[in-house]
């Protein structure tokens, strides 16, 4: 398991292009036939990936986290990117279509993953932070959730957002989940800015092309920073960081949060005219 330590927003403004991509990005996750993960120092963060070939494949305790089994003191959501695919979790078969999502909760000390067709294998998204008590392992269809619907062409941030694992569809205990879909023509997203001191958040940028780009802005409002993020890529935003960006054409992404409050509107909300 690899260990990614954030930095403060005093070192911050200080950093260089090459230490913010090593400090709050993720660019290798999604490796076919493996399991991968890594523990954010952050929330006590684990983002991770698996893309199950011929074989299953079974998420296993690693010695970082001091457990006998992955879910023995933790949650997990897994979000599915890529093709059909089957998550066995304690001898139960739920079966993920593209987009698809399941909250697994403590104690369930055994999952795994399967691909419907190795050939065209699921890509499943791993996000999960420490939970206090259990609550119950449930599969969320995207296409049966209702989509909140945001922004204009006028504005060019014209967006469907999808709630997957919230307090009002999915008790958790600190993970909430979704993801946010722009429509074509249109390349901004989470505008207006806001920050969340009260909890941490994670974004996969999905459905880009090998050659599009999004600039993923972060920082202080004060002394904001960009990112250049391809295709399945990740980045980590700290509560005193904003999270917007602007790709080269329309694109999805997961957004994932932990931390105190699980209230999705809680957030500390900025005017475009206070970045810097």
Known sequence: MKLLQMADAVRFPSMTTSQLRDTFL??????PGEINLTYVDLDRTIIGSAIPGQNPLL??????????YFTERR???VFNIGAPGVIVVNGQRFALGNLDAIYIGRGNELVSFESIDPDNPAEFYL????????YRTE?????REPRVSLGGPATAN????????HKARIPSCQLVMGFTQLAPGNVWNTIPPHTHMRRSEVYLYFNLSAEDRVLHLMGPPDETRHILIANKQVVVSPGWS???GVGTTNYAFCWGMGGENQDYDDMDRLAISDLL
């Open 59 to 68: 998420l296993g305790a690693d010695d970082a986290l001091r457990a006998v």
């Open 75 to 77: 949650e997990l959501g």
């Open 242 to 244: 904003i999270h917007a």
């Open 127 to 134: 996000l999960s932070y420490p939970a206090h008590r259990t």
């Open 26 to 31: 993720l660019t290798d996750l999604f490796q």
């Open 139 to 143: 599969l969320i269809q995207s296409t």
């Open 158 to 165: 014209q967006r469907n957002i999808i709630k997957l694992i």
